[in-house]
C-alpha cells in the first residue's frame, strides 16, 4: 500500500517541480523595458571607447587595427553581459556574433600591415566593417520601435537599411560618419535648413536626393558643410552617390 501511495504521490510532485522551475526560469528573461534601457546604457559606454580610437595623427595602421581590436573585445564583454527579453533573444545571439565576426577579422587583420603603413591604409582595406553587428543593432532597433519603447541601440543606419522604417529626430544637423547618415531619418519644418557635415571618414561622401532636390558633391575635409533649405513639405529620401548603401531620408511638414 505505501508503494502505491508513493507511485501516485510522485508524478505529482514530479509535475510540481516542473512548474515551480519554469515560473523560476521565466524570471531570468527581463522585461522588453528593462533589456533596451541595457542596451541603451551599454551603447553609451561602447561609444565612449570607440570615439577615442587613433586619434594621434602619428598612428600607424597597424596600432590602430589593434585598438580597433580591443574595443570590439570589449564592446563583445558588455553585450554578453546583457540578458535579452524573450522577444529580442534571436536579435541578440545575431548581434553577438557579429561583434565576435568584427574583433576576429580585425585580430587576423592585424598582421597585414607593416609598422609603417600610415592610418588610411587601414580603412581602404575593409578590415573595419562592422555591417554583420550594425545590422543586428539596427534589428534591434527596430523591435524597440515597434514596442514604442525609447532606446538608442546603437543603430547606425545599416546597409541597405531603410531610414523610413527608423524614428525621425528633431534636427537639423546631420554628420556624415562610420559610413552612414546620422541621425539616418530626420524631421524638420518648411523653411528650415539641413546641414550636413563630412566626418573623420577618410572616403569621401555625397548627401543626394534620390529625386534631385538636391545634391551636396563631394564631401572629402573633415568639417566640410552642405546647407539645404526646404521650402515645401513631403519626404526627401538621399543616398551617397560614392557608397550608394548610405541611405537618408529627411521628412518636412508643414
Same mark, same amino acid.
Given at each position: 500500500?505505501?508503494?502505491?501511495?508513493?507511485?501516485?504521490?510522485?508524478?505529482?510532485?514530479?509535475?510540481?517541480?516542473?512548474?515551480l522551475?519554469?515560473?523560476?526560469g521565466?524570471?531570468d528573461?527581463?522585461s522588453?523595458e528593462?533589456?533596451?534601457?541595457q542596451?541603451d546604457d551599454?551603447?553609451k559606454?561602447?561609444?565612449?571607447r570607440?570615439?577615442?580610437l587613433?586619434?594621434?595623427e602619428?598612428?600607424?595602421?597597424k596600432e590602430?587595427?589593434t585598438e580597433?581590436a580591443?574595443a570590439?573585445?570589449?564592446?563583445e564583454?558588455?553585450?554578453?553581459?546583457?540578458t535579452p527579453s524573450?522577444d529580442?533573444?534571436?536579435?541578440?545571439?545575431e548581434?553577438l556574433?557579429?561583434?565576435k565576426e568584427f574583433?576576429?577579422?580585425?585580430?587576423n587583420?592585424a598582421d597585414d600591415?607593416?609598422?609603417?603603413d600610415p592610418?588610411?591604409?587601414?580603412?581602404?582595406?575593409?578590415?573595419?566593417?562592422a555591417t554583420?553587428?550594425?545590422?543586428?543593432?539596427?534589428?534591434?532597433?527596430?523591435?524597440?520601435?515597434?514596442?514604442?519603447?525609447?532606446a538608442?541601440v546603437g543603430?547606425?543606419?545599416?546597409?541597405?537599411? +531603410?531610414?523610413? @522604417? %527608423?524614428?525621425p529626430v528633431?534636427? =537639423?544637423?546631420?554628420?556624415i560618419? /562610420?559610413f *552612414?547618415f546620422?541621425?539616418p531619418?530626420?524631421?524638420i519644418?518648411?523653411?528650415?535648413?539641413?546641414t550636413?557635415t563630412?566626418?573623420?571618414?577618410?572616403?569621401?561622401?555625397?548627401?543626394?536626393?534620390?529625386?534631385?532636390?538636391? +545634391?551636396s558633391? @563631394? %564631401?572629402?575635409?573633415?568639417?566640410? =558643410?552642405f546647407?539645404f533649405?526646404? /521650402?515645401e *513639405?513631403?519626404?526627401?529620401?538621399?543616398?551617397c552617390e560614392i557608397?550608394p548603401?548610405?541611405?537618408?531620408?529627411?521628412t518636412?511638414t508643414?
Amino acid at each position: 500500500m505505501r508503494q502505491t501511495r508513493l507511485l501516485l504521490v510522485f508524478p505529482l510532485w514530479f509535475a510540481l517541480m516542473l512548474a515551480l522551475s519554469a515560473a523560476c526560469g521565466s524570471d531570468d528573461a527581463p522585461s522588453d523595458e528593462e533589456y533596451f534601457q541595457q542596451m541603451d546604457d551599454v551603447d553609451k559606454e561602447v561609444d565612449e571607447r570607440f570615439e577615442s580610437l587613433c586619434e594621434s595623427e602619428e598612428v600607424t595602421a597597424k596600432e590602430c587595427v589593434t585598438e580597433f581590436a580591443d574595443a570590439a573585445s570589449f564592446a563583445e564583454t558588455q553585450y554578453e553581459g546583457v540578458t535579452p527579453s524573450e522577444d529580442a533573444k534571436d536579435e541578440h545571439e545575431e548581434l553577438l556574433a557579429g561583434i565576435k565576426e568584427f574583433r576576429e577579422n580585425l585580430e587576423n587583420a592585424a598582421d597585414d600591415f607593416s609598422d609603417d603603413d600610415p592610418v588610411e591604409v587601414l580603412f581602404d582595406s575593409g578590415a573595419v566593417d562592422a555591417t554583420r553587428a550594425n545590422d543586428a543593432f539596427c534589428a534591434i532597433q527596430g523591435l524597440a520601435d515597434e514596442k514604442g519603447i525609447e532606446a538608442d541601440v546603437g543603430c547606425e543606419g545599416g546597409e541597405g537599411v +531603410d531610414p523610413a @522604417t %527608423l524614428p525621425p529626430v528633431e534636427a =537639423t544637423q546631420v554628420l556624415i560618419q /562610420d559610413f *552612414a547618415f546620422d541621425p539616418p531619418h530626420i524631421q524638420i519644418k518648411v523653411g528650415d535648413t539641413v546641414t550636413w557635415t563630412q566626418g573623420t571618414d577618410e572616403e569621401p561622401h555625397t548627401a543626394t536626393a534620390d529625386d534631385g532636390a538636391f +545634391d551636396s558633391g @563631394t %564631401l572629402s575635409d573633415q568639417g566640410e =558643410t552642405f546647407p539645404f533649405t526646404f /521650402d515645401e *513639405a513631403g519626404e526627401f529620401s538621399y543616398f551617397c552617390e560614392i557608397h550608394p548603401e548610405m541611405l537618408g531620408l529627411v521628412t518636412v511638414t508643414e
